[in-house]
């Protein structure tokens, strides 16, 4: 209460949950696999959502919210795969969360208040909070196909949907949901060297897809042509190699965002780094 008026002098968390997972696994021929899986999962409030205290957006000030709920969710998911001739494998999952508790940022009040001056300006009071529920639901593909000579190529693909429930009973797009993405990779392997081409992508999302809650972060999105944030598409080019001088010694390099792309991962705040460079030495004992 040094710098803030907070109507509490602690938090305390304690939280806890009986989880679990079971799986099922037919294989029909030596060519197929069908999977299916559900689970529990739980995830408790670490100390940034119970004490976060910053000004986020103009006109809106974060509190702390010392009685927030663990998240629970349950999933399931359905998988098949396939391999062609010993050289290609393609594979599919459909998979759904149904997330109670949800954590989400949403209007407040403190000592009664839903608006204080904050740094010289009235602004909405607002807290991380248990929303009632809200579900993610989506599909993952990929192949993996051996061309022979030492060269192959594969490629992973992940598109989801999700919604959560507001505080008026309308439903917004989930945060938890991000835009698709994908990683494509050629990669080459003979005697002790190992090259590998990769491509990481993933898709837009415009200001009407983003979640109510992410429209009101100009700060950590880019602004389009009407002046309002929205998440861009963005792909990244990477180049790694692998020498194996000994069984026990190896030297690694690469180039990350061979183009130097300006992009940021949905939602996360943080511009990703431009071209860089790395070189590592392995060496076991």
Do not use: C
């Not at 579900?135 to 992973?156: M, N, P, R, T, W």
Request: overall charge negative; cysteine-free.
């Amino acid at each position: 209460t040094t710098f803030y008026p907070f109507p509490f002098m602690e938090a305390n968390l304690n939280n806890g949950a009986l989880t679990g997972s079971l799986g099922f696994v037919y294989r029909p021929t030596k060519d197929w696999v069908i999977s299916a899986n559900g689970a529990t999962a739980i995830r408790s409030p670490n100390v940034d959502d119970v004490g976060k205290v910053f000004d986020s957006e103009p006109g809106a000030v974060v509190i702390p919210n010392p009685d927030l709920a663990a998240e629970y969710a349950w999933s399931g998911d359905l998988g098949i795969a396939r391999i062609f001739g010993g050289k290609l494998k393609i594979d599919l999952t459909g998979y759904y969360t149904n997330l109670q508790n949800a954590l989400v940022r949403r209007d407040f009040t403190l000592n009664g208040e839903d608006s204080i001056d904050y740094d010289g300006t009235l602004s909405q009071v607002q807290a991380i909070q248990n929303a009632a529920v809200a579900k993610v639901y989506g599909v993952q593909a990929g192949f993996e196909l051996k061309l022979g000579h030492g060269f192959g190529i594969s490629s992973d693909f992940s598109y989801q949907k999700g919604d959560e429930e507001l505080d008026d009973g309308s439903t917004s797009p989930a945060r938890h949901a991000a835009p698709w993405f994908g990683i494509s990779r050629l990669t080459y392997a003979a005697h002790n060297l190992n090259l590998q081409f990769s491509a990481e992508y993933s898709g837009n999302r415009t200001y009407k897809e983003l979640p109510v809650e992410e429209q009101g972060k100009p700060e950590i999105y880019a602004i389009d042509t009407n002046g309002n944030p929205y998440s861009p598409g963005w792909y990244s080019l990477n180049f790694n190699a692998m020498y194996r001088f000994a069984e026990h010694l190896s030297v690694s390099a690469g180039i990350e965002n061979l183009t130097d792309q300006r992009y940021r991962p949905y939602s996360s705040g943080i511009v990703a780094p431009g071209r860089n460079f790395m070189l590592s030495l392995r060496a076991t004992f």
